[in-house]
């Protein structure tokens, strides 16, 4: 594996094309902090196959349009070659034209949309890492601030529809959810999905790809992944969540980046990272279920926010659980993006 990355990059060093690809990878690959090409084709494999098995190709068009539409951004604005080279500008940006794809009516405005939300991705990325640069990088949070101002902006424009966004209404009085046994095939089904979900897909197979990915660049990564995805669907089980949002994956998302996050990107793995990320993984579901309650009257999705705010206050203590491995300043230390 080593030797053909090896001559990839070799053979990409030699043309502006291939280097430009390589880029675009790289970017995808950041999503689940993988600064490797071959994982970013293997999660655009799954991209592709979810948003052909749902019926809506425009989504992973989408998402190609966004992450090139980045990377010419941050060309643009002329970013250290560093980062740019490691994807650091395209993770946020193809999450963002997915999004878009995903909750908003084809039409001519959502490419526009697309565009101008990939463009200042770039933007919102580098402004957002000047601020958290003492504790760690950016991580999702361009994504998810502009893709809740842009969704939030359709309700005042008549060119533009959210027509798969929660539906909108004041929060009433809770009622509660009576929880069904957890059977082996929803535990399993929630398990996967919660991993296909990163990437806004509800479909197993692209699960298999996006664990593939992540096992070729990291074994570490990977087996995060799992583990914040069953540690997710059992917690949300025990707390009594709804049957469709533990089994559709809607509540396992967050937590599987932020397992992967603080259990192989910012420390290296051991026993007490284990527990550490365990800890901020149970603590995502429950950030999850609160923030899908808090923005119900705005009809917006949480998306990665829970994700950004656990791994952040996780990071803040800046405890040395172990050597901490080099952390992702984004523009100074291209490590991984997430």
Same mark, same amino acid.
């Given at each position: ?134 504790? /760690? @990088?950016? $991580?999702? &949070?361009?994504? +998810? #601030?502009?893709?809740?101002? *842009?969704?939030?902006?359709? =309700?005042?424009? %008549? ?88 089994? /559709? @994956?809607? $509540?396992? &998302?967050?937590? +599987? #980046?932020?397992?992967?996050? *603080?259990?192989?990107?910012? =420390?290296?793995? %051991? ?68």
């Amino acid at each position: 594996m080593e030797k053909i990355l090896a001559s990839w990059e070799s053979l990409s060093a030699s043309s502006g094309v291939l280097r430009f690809l390589d880029i675009n990878l790289r970017g995808i690959g950041q999503v689940m902090f993988q600064n490797n090409p071959l994982s970013g084709a293997l999660f655009l494999v799954a991209i592709a196959w979810g948003s052909y098995a749902a019926g809506a190709p425009r989504v992973a068009i989408a998402g190609v349009v966004a992450v090139v539409m980045s990377n010419l951004t941050a060309q643009w604005l002329r970013v250290d070659s560093e980062s740019l080279h490691s994807g650091l500008y395209g993770f946020n940006g193809i999450l963002v034209g997915l999004a878009l794809a995903t909750f908003l009516a084809p039409g001519p405005l959502l490419w526009v949309y697309v565009i101008l939300g990939a463009a200042v991705s770039v933007v919102v990325m580098l402004a957002t890492t000047n601020v958290v640069k003492p504790w /760690g @990088g950016a $991580l999702t &949070f361009p994504f +998810v #601030l502009i893709t809740w101002l *842009l969704l939030l902006a359709t =309700y005042g424009f %008549s060119g533009l529809a959210g027509t798969a966004l929660p539906s909108g209404a004041v929060v009433t009085a809770f009622q509660p959810y009576k929880a069904s046994p957890l059977q082996l095939i929803d535990l399993v089904q929630g398990v996967f999905l919660s991993i296909s979900q990163v990437f806004l897909k509800a479909s197993g197979i692209a699960s298999l790809f996006l664990l593939a990915g992540l096992a070729v660049s990291s074994l570490a990564a990977a087996t995060f992944a799992l583990g914040g995805a069953i540690l997710a669907v059992l917690t949300a089980h025990l707390l009594g969540a709804e049957s469709d949002l533990i089994t /559709g @994956g809607l $509540l396992g &998302f967050s937590p +599987v #980046l932020t397992a992967i996050a *603080l259990g192989t990107v910012f =420390y290296q793995p %051991s026993w007490r990272v284990v527990a550490y990320a365990a800890l901020a993984t149970v603590f995502t579901v429950i950030t999850q279920a609160a923030l899908n309650v808090a923005l119900t009257p705005f009809a917006i999705p949480a998306l990665t926010a829970p994700f950004v705010l656990v791994t952040w206050l996780f990071l803040l203590p800046q405890q040395r659980l172990v050597e901490i491995a080099p952390v992702a300043n984004d523009l100074e230390e291209p490590v991984a993006g997430g």
